[in-house]
């Protein structure tokens, strides 16, 4: 009840509303970076890391090469 106290939900619904509308335009941006002229035409296979790091924990490949780090060759 505190919490709700201090919640402006006319801004709450605002700052909602601007991040799925900037979450979508990012969408859109790597779905063109990956080649591809749709969202729903994204695969699984399009996903890769940028850093060695992130590749490790996510269990992507690293961009440009199949490797994930971390995990066993089959």
């Given at each position: 009840p505190d919490l709700a106290k201090r919640l402006d939900p006319i801004g709450a619904g605002r700052r909602l509303a601007n991040?799925?509308?900037?979450?979508t335009l990012e969408t859109q941006t790597i779905a063109r970076a990956a080649g591809k002229?749709?969202?729903?035409?994204?695969?699984?296979?399009?996903?890769?890391?940028l850093t060695v790091e992130a590749a490790a924990?996510?269990?992507?490949?690293?961009?440009?090469?199949?490797w994930?780090?971390?995990?066993?060759k089959r």
């Open positions: 991040f799925l509308s900037v979450l002229s749709h969202v729903h035409n994204l695969e699984p296979e399009d996903l890769v890391a924990m996510a269990g992507v490949p690293l961009a440009g090469t199949n994930i780090p971390g995990a066993e």
